[in-house]
């Protein structure tokens, strides 16, 4: 069984600082998908990523990066120099190859100060 | 492209009534779905649509209905609302049902069950 784990509920951070947000995740799958979506305080879910189980190559989009490792089952998310409009709730999800389902975690809270 | 549509953004039902809640959108996109997104929980699948006439069940499809006569619209309905069904609903959408297909999100519906 498909299975997301996101172990942090709740994190906080003080502007600036770089924040690492951790999703590792169960599948028997050999071919599979791993996203992350960002929900802000406005409550919409916003595509950030998507990463096939073929590449793991990390990917950095600005401040943004990500690090996948099937060796471990992982697929973290970094913010680096972290923004108060960085808060937001972050869900890690992981889709089946032959059919979008979407297995989500339960996501992890980011605080950011000023 | 206005995206995913869903109204209204905002229901407060009492124990047994029914309603229905809209998605539409304007994408030509072939699969549909929906969840819902409970605190601590992530987000579940309710209800998804490979195409237009071609609807199945989800992780948690008790106590709703879906229909798909349109590519555009899928709508979710609510037969007997239970306070268990209080919850924030999502629909969303994607081009194809392949894992690889990123799902666009609507804003959400949030619904409260008296």
């Known amino acids: 069984a498909q299975k997301v784990t996101q172990a942090q509920t709740e994190i906080s951070v003080v502007e600036k600082e770089d924040v690492t947000l951790d999703c590792v995740y169960e599948?028997?799958?050999?071919?599979?998908?791993l996203f992350w979506y960002k929900q802000p305080p406005s409550g919409e879910l916003v595509f950030l990523i998507r990463?096939?189980?073929?590449?793991?190559q990390n990917e950095i989009s600005g401040r943004y990066s990500w690090n996948f490792q099937k060796s471990t089952s992982s697929f973290n998310f970094t913010i680096t120099a972290s923004q108060v409009v960085d808060s937001a709730v972050y869900f890690c999800?992981?889709?089946?190859?032959?059919?979008?389902?979407?297995?989500f975690g339960s996501g992890t809270k980011l605080n950011v100060k000023p | 492209n206005a995206g995913v549509t869903q109204t209204p953004k905002f229901q407060v039902l009492k124990t047994g009534q029914s309603m229905t809640l809209q998605c539409a959108q304007d994408m030509n996109h072939e699969y549909m779905s929906w969840y819902r997104q409970d605190p601590g929980m992530g987000l579940r699948l309710i209800h998804y649509s490979v195409g237009a006439g071609i609807t199945d069940q989800g992780e948690v499809p008790n106590g709703y209905n879906v229909s798909r006569s349109t590519t555009e619209d899928f709508p979710l309905r609510l037969l007997s609302a239970a306070p268990s069904q209080t919850s924030v609903y999502f629909c969303?959408?994607?081009?194809?049902?392949?894992?690889?297909?990123?799902?666009?999100f609507g804003p959400g519906t949030r619904l409260t069950v008296l």
């Open positions: 999800a992981l889709s089946e190859a032959s059919f979008n389902k979407f297995y």
């Open positions: 969303a959408s994607s081009y194809g049902a392949s894992g690889s297909d990123t799902q666009y």
């Open positions: 990463r096939n189980s073929f590449d793991e």
């Open positions: 599948t028997r799958d050999t071919t599979y998908y």
